[in-house]
């Protein structure tokens, strides 16, 4: 068994989901925000992978005091367990995440990650090691189910989001597409990674709802199986 997982990201209307220089760009406005800060309220985790904590610095945390408040009387923490897929164990213990709010952090490492690096880590956040290299999702996940986790959001960046479409492991895809073009050959796009050569391997989507919201427009997809 594993968490129902929930893609949430924007991306501009050329398909880019950050600059050349990988920095964060302002690409939905409030209305947007807004129903990203619902999602993440209504969800018991929220993962990013290393290469998003070191470009943005997220907390990842619930913004609505309403939704935390809301949150805490519904039993749970004010804000969802926060996830960071991190093989090397490197994110920086000054990082948002491990301090912004209460509640738990899970830090998912590799067998490769420098032992040093795992204990000042432990000092703000569960580790949890799966997979030799990198990351192994596949196992990562049903860990995740088994510590609680039902519903996961995953916020990015694109080389996680790809992997978890190779594994085999997105539920839904959720993408606001905003009235900008980013452009450049190398900045990143929501799927990043190695891609896909055989057409038959092309995960397929289907179209649940479009909405126009403010200046861009709003597509959910789910997974077909
Ligand atoms: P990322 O997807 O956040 O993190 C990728 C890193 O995670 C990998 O390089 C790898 O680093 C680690 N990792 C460990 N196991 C993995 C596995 N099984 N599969 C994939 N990754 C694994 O990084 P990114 O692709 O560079 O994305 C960051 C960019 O996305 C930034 O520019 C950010 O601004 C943008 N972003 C945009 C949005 C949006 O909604 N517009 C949202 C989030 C991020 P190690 O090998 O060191 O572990």
């Known amino acids: 068994m594993r968490p129902h997982v929930t893609v949430n990201l924007a991306m501009s209307a050329d398909g880019k989901i950050s600059s050349i220089e990988r920095r964060q760009v302002k690409i939905s406005g409030k209305k947007d925000f807004d129903r990203v800060d619902d999602l993440k309220a209504r969800s018991d985790a929220i993962m990013v992978g290393i290469g998003t904590v070191l470009a943005d610095d997220p907390s990842l945390s619930v913004k609505s005091p309403e939704r935390r408040e809301q949150r805490l009387i519904s039993g749970v923490e004010e804000h969802p367990v926060r996830i960071v897929v991190d093989s090397q164990a490197r994110t920086p213990v000054s990082a948002d995440i491990l301090h912004k709010g209460n509640g738990k952090r899970i830090i998912a490492v590799s067998e490769k990650a420098p032992q040093s690096?795992?204990?000042?880590?432990?000092?703000?956040?569960?580790?949890?090691?799966?997979?030799?290299?990198?990351?192994?999702?596949?196992?990562?996940?049903?860990?995740?189910?088994?510590?609680?986790?039902?519903?996961?959001?995953?916020?990015?960046?694109?080389?996680?989001?790809?992997?978890?479409?190779?594994?085999?492991?997105?539920?839904?895809?959720?993408?606001?597409?905003?009235?900008?073009?980013?452009?450049?050959?190398?900045?990143?796009?929501?799927?990043?990674?190695?891609?896909?050569?055989?057409?038959?391997?092309?995960?397929?989507?289907?179209?649940?709802?479009?909405?126009?919201?403010?200046?861009?427009?709003?597509?959910?997809?789910?997974s077909v199986e």
């Open 117 to 222: 690096r795992v204990n000042e880590l432990s000092h703000f956040a569960e580790i949890i090691v799966a997979g030799k290299d990198t990351v192994d999702l596949i196992l990562l996940l049903p860990r995740l189910y088994e510590s609680g986790v039902r519903t996961l959001m995953v916020e990015g960046g694109g080389t996680l989001i790809w992997s978890l479409f190779r594994d085999g492991l997105v539920d839904e895809f959720i993408t606001y597409v905003g009235n900008m073009i980013i452009g450049g050959r190398n900045s990143p796009t929501p799927a990043e990674g190695d891609g896909f050569i055989d057409e038959g391997l092309f995960p397929r989507l289907r179209l649940e709802s479009c909405e126009k919201m403010e200046e861009g427009v709003l597509i959910r997809w789910k």
